[in-house]
T-cell receptor, first 111, second 118 residues
Framework: DQQVKQNSPSLSVQEGRISILNCDYT??????FLWYKKYPAEGPTFLIS?????DKNEDGRFTVFLNKSAKHLSLHIVPSQPGDSAVYFC??????????FGQGTELSVKP | DGGITQSPKYLFRKEGQNVTLSCEQN?????MYWYRQDPGQGLRLIYY???????QKGDIAEGYSVSREKKESFPLTVTSAQKNPTAFYLC?????????????????FGQGTRLTVV
């Protein structure tokens, strides 16, 4: 049972345009959501997080939106840069419990 | 500098041998996690621990064992019972999630250990 799902395995975007990465979850008990960026053979690097009591969090070029009624969150990267090319994972935490990841979306930003 | 350290980065073992992967953090985090990543797949949770001397099975715990005798350390043993142990293993730590509501949080990852069983 996949509680955190990233249904798009890959995304290709032109440099300067917006990248939108999507994530769906099934468990309404999740109280925190996080986005990570990962390069091959390295550990994931934290990007941005959002509490379940908020619907938006912004940090520079990265904005995360949370729609609790739809159990959906998205990461917007504006403007996209070639250095953003990596695999992006969304993750969710249940208070006092697991940190669960989605399958990842490979973003390719073309010059 | 605070951080989370996994060692070694590369590990080779013969089939049938147990092997232990190290994970140490000096971030004073309560929670620690072990994940496995296989080519083309996401991060699958093996074990996690929210507090010293306590740990819980994740989604793919079979063939693995852990201990949490100290807050800073969460070693993972890949036993001979694990049918397909060759993978990239990642350790992470975070503030205990019960303290998170309303504040910022993140989980820090180590650089990973690539285990190859031959």
């Amino acid at each position: 049972d996949q509680q955190v799902k990233q249904n798009s395995p890959s995304l290709s975007v032109q440099e300067g345009r917006i990248s939108i990465l999507n994530c769906d979850y099934t468990n309404s008990m999740f109280d925190y959501f996080l986005w990570y960026k990962k390069y091959p053979a390295e550990g994931p690097t934290f990007l941005i997080s959002i509490s379940s009591i908020k619907d938006k969090n912004e940090d520079g070029r990265f904005t995360v939106f949370l729609n609790k009624s739809a159990k959906h969150l998205s990461l917007h990267i504006v403007p996209s840069q070639p250095g953003d090319s990596a695999v992006y994972f969304c993750a969710a935490i249940i208070r006092g419990g697991k940190l669960i990841f989605g399958q990842g979306t490979e973003l390719s930003v073309k010059p | 500098d605070g951080g989370i350290t996994q060692s070694p980065k590369y590990l080779f073992r013969k089939e049938g041998q147990n092997v232990t992967l190290s994970c140490e953090q000096n971030l004073n985090h309560d929670a620690m996690y072990w994940y496995r990543q296989d080519p083309g797949q996401g991060l699958r949770l093996i074990y996690y621990s929210q507090i010293v001397n306590d740990f819980q099975k994740g989604d793919i715990a079979e063939g693995y064992s852990v201990s949490r005798e100290k807050k800073e350390s969460f070693p993972l043993t890949v036993t001979s019972a694990q049918k397909n142990p060759t993978a990239f293993y990642l350790c992470a730590s975070s503030i205990r999630s019960s303290r998170l509501l309303g504040g910022n949080t993140e989980a820090f990852f180590g650089q990973g250990t690539r285990l190859t069983v031959v």
